[in-house]
């Protein structure tokens, strides 16, 4: 083996033993030690933390036996909401007097760990729910008739809820029902003609015998809007859910609005209620309110539109021209009408292409698809050529006119005349 062998082969052997070395290493000093370190956040850097909506769902009955208030907190996708806290208020049923005074109250189920009742105030109660995100309150004092009020803090996870019951005082003993909304519904397209909905009514055997906790089949469930209109009712089923299929023509206008369940009880079941916040959307259309004229685009060119929607004219947002991806102008939508004025250069008559599109300025109106027009282009008029052309040539002028060869000047008469040169001859 020659010397430049010998010299590789030495150089393998060290770096052989050098990641031997490493490996060792990492293997002596666990895996605490070969895991890498999370990376150091970003100094500045925004951190965003979505919250997720809540209600209340309760109940509430006094009768000579005593009080109890009940319900539940959960979210919008109808998860338990766990150690929530909920207070409790009362209020006279009629007129808007001060609070009702609360009596001594203790927790529904003595448990040596749970939910403890807390009197605030007077006519205040404070109670955590549980793992089920339930809450309930009783007392052996009958209460007065009520309005009872219930409300969740916000929290970093989820929005503030209130809920607002009266105080039923003829089904004290009744086993306690619960209304949801499953799955959540969130939006409703008024441009389609109906909206499957489906609310689950959950009885609770413990409150109950068991012939009325097993009877959740044909019981009458209604759906109302925010104003208290009836849009909907159906049938529970043998699962304990009520299908409906919801025209949207019994809903009100596009906006921001409420659905509401409500089951109105049977001699052996109390009475519930539930709510969900919605947003009734429709798709917005738009159309030439006439044909176009021919105009210049230099000048500003007017382009009326109408702006519409299945529920009528649509009554804010704004129209606005695209000329490919530039925005040539926008128009203010008012009464279901829009004047977009368009404006850019143009250097000979003939047409140019412009979408319409509409930009929301609200959540229930929904943009729909773009409106291509030809707008025809007038020609500059012969005035403007006129003036052009005279601009050209007092331009070509100005520039011209320096370049002309500056006259000779002239010698003074005073001035001596230069000496003659010598003519090489000789003289005296």
Known sequence: MNDATGHFMMQRMQRALALAGVLVGLLAAGP???????????????????????QIQGTAHSDARGFMIRGEVIDDA??????????IQASPLEGGGPRIALPEAVPCERRTRGPRVIRTAADTY????????GFCVRGETPLPPAKIHMRFG?????????AQVPLDTLEARAARTLLRFEPSIEVIDLDRESVPITASLRIERTDAPIEASTK???????????????VATAVTGGDGRAR????????????????????DGTPGLARSAAAMPVVRRAEVKLALTHPLDSSDPEDGAPIDV????????????????MRGAESVGTGAVSDGKARVIVSF?????????????????????????????????????????????????????????PWRRAPKPRAPKDAEAPAAPPSGRAGV
Request: no cysteine.
């Open 126 to 133: 404070s109670i955590d729910t549980d793992e089920r995100g």
């Open 244 to 263: 409906f299929d919801l025209k949207t023509a019994a809903l009100d206008a596009p906006g921001s609005g409420e659905l509401r369940l409500r089951f």
């Open 32 to 54: 605490d030690a070969r895991a890498q370190p999370a990376p150091p956040e970003e100094p500045g850097a925004i951190r965003i933390q979505v919250k997720g909506s809540a």
């Open 345 to 401: 250069p143009v250097d000979r008559a003939g047409s140019v292409e412009l979408s319409l599109r509409y930009v929301a300025a609200a959540p229930w109106w929904r943009a729909g698809q773009e409106l291509r027009v030809e707008l025809p282009i007038a020609g500059p008029g012969i005035l403007r050529q006129a003036l052009l052309a005279l601009v050209v040539v007092i331009v070509t002028a100005w520039v011209i006119a």
């Open 154 to 162: 916000a929290t970093r996870l989820h929005d503030a809820a209130e």
């Open 306 to 321: 109408d702006v519409t929607s299945a529920r009528g004219p649509v009554s804010d947002g704004v129209v606005e021209a």
């Open 216 to 230: 959740r089949e044909g019981l009458e469930v209604v759906l109302e809007d925010e104003r208290g209109e009836k």
């Open 78 to 87: 109808g998860t338990p909401v766990a150690g929530a806290t909920v207070m």
